[in-house]
């Protein structure tokens, strides 16, 4: 199931992006979570803009026929968090994330490629 995982935490990936999100980064976590497989963390620079990342990337999911199975509460106008099984998806303003430096505790993860488009198939 890892792969087909994969592709959905690349799209979502892609559509926090396509918001203007920043410093977009998907981590694979497999071998030092116990609960996900991937961990997507995003920088956003204000509350509106939070929204309507969080809002795209919800819908992307819907989209995708796996939406959001939870969404941290009580919510934050600085980190928001979407639970998609095993994918984590984290929202963060630009001190929030340099606060709590996710990255810092996934050390050992690698980075997953998101911003390459599939090669097709000639």
């Not at 998907?26 to 509350?47: G, H, K, M, W």
């Not at 810092?104 to 997953?112: D, E, R």
């Amino acid at each position: 199931m890892a792969r087909p995982f994969k592709s959905f935490a690349v799209a979502l990936a892609r559509a926090a992006s396509d918001k203007k999100a920043e410093n977009v980064i998907l981590l694979d976590v497999r071998r030092q979570s116990p609960v996900s497989e991937f961990l997507l963390i995003a920088t956003v620079t204000s509350p509106p803009h939070l929204e309507a990342v969080e809002d795209a990337v919800r819908q992307a999911g819907k989209d995708l026929d796996r939406p959001a199975l939870r969404r941290a509460k009580p919510e934050s106008r600085q980190w928001r968090v979407l639970d998609f099984g095993s994918l984590m998806v984290h929202f963060m303003t630009e001190e929030a994330r340099h606060f709590y430096a996710l990255e810092k505790l996934y050390h050992q993860a690698h980075a997953v490629d998101w911003e390459t488009k599939p090669r097709r198939k000639s």
